[in-house]
């Protein structure tokens, strides 16, 4: 039986890291796509409980979720297009606009997606294209994406998927700028650097408002943690797999919390 693949993505239905996602997939598997009507960057794991939601076909297999988030499109794609006895082999959600490195995990949609692949039991990988100065304007260069993760996923639907349940692979492909070599490297989160990007403004009526800007991609060494971060990996122009556990619970520190408590 031929494998089956869901996708989803936070840029939009209409975002062409989507489109290189399908293709460089589409040779492997029946595909089922579920993505956003608008973009989503940004907006974690989060799930629409004040109004309801409507599904929109683009094409054969292929929806727009209206107004929805990627973690939307996975948990109702997973429990209105499927079942338990018809089940994706995989959910695969980019290629992401930007990168999704360090603690932007927890921001990112792409990778929400993939954590509510795995909390509904389906492997799950995100997927992220790191941008250079010139690529945040200009159009990108999908093809080493696409390669790496036509590769990874032959890996998975042929060898089965190399993570414990609850745990999912975070992939961040370097820039072009970064001279990219194809390698890959077994990474862990990097320690992310951030500063403050709100930017005020008035409108006509002279009423504020904020635009939040984007940060520099700026990290730090993770302090006893040994081996390459995401972030050193793109630097060098290597392919980042990180795999992340959704078990947050800082279990070297509850040692001293007991003894905080008492």
């Known amino acids: 039986m031929k494998k089956h693949i869901l996708i989803t993505n936070d840029d939009s239905y209409e975002s062409d890291g989507l489109k290189a ?29 004040t109004r309801p939601l409507r599904f929109i076909q683009v094409d054969d ?35 992401n606009h930007g990168a999704n490195m360090g603690e932007d995990i927890t921001y990112s949609g792409t990778a929400s997606a993939a954590m509510e692949g795995v909390l509904q039991g389906v492997p799950s990988i995100s997927i992220s294209q790191v941008l250079g100065g010139a690529e945040h304007s200009g159009e990108l260069d999908f093809e080493p994406a696409k390669r790496a993760i036509n590769h990874l996923v032959q890996k998975v ?14 992939i961040n492909i370097p820039s072009t700028s970064m001279n990219p070599n194809g ?14 990007d709100a930017h005020l403004h008035r409108n006509p009526r002279g009423e504020e408002y904020y635009w939040l800007g984007l940060h520099p991609l700026q990290f730090k060494k993770r302090e006893g943690v040994d081996g390459m971060s995401d972030y050193e990996a793109v630097l060098e122009g290597f392919v980042s797999i990180s795999p992340i556990m959704l078990d947050m619970t800082a279990y070297k520190q509850m040692d001293i919390l007991h003894t905080w408590m008492s």
């Open 157 to 170: 639907l042929n060898g089965g998927f190399p993570l414990m349940e609850r745990n999912f692979l975070n």
């Open 61 to 95: 297999d292929f929806y727009k979720l209206d107004d929805g988030t990627p973690s939307d499109c996975i948990y109702l794609a997973l429990n209105s297009m499927f079942d338990e006895t018809n089940r994706p082999d995989l959910i695969v959600s980019g290629i």
């Open 21 to 49: 996602l399908i293709e460089a997939l589409r040779p492997l598997a029946k595909l089922t796509i579920v993505a956003p009507s608008s973009e989503k960057s940004a907006c974690g794991h989060s799930l629409t409980l």
């Open 183 to 196: 390698e890959f490297r077994i990474t862990h989160a990097g320690h992310r650097l951030y500063g403050n």
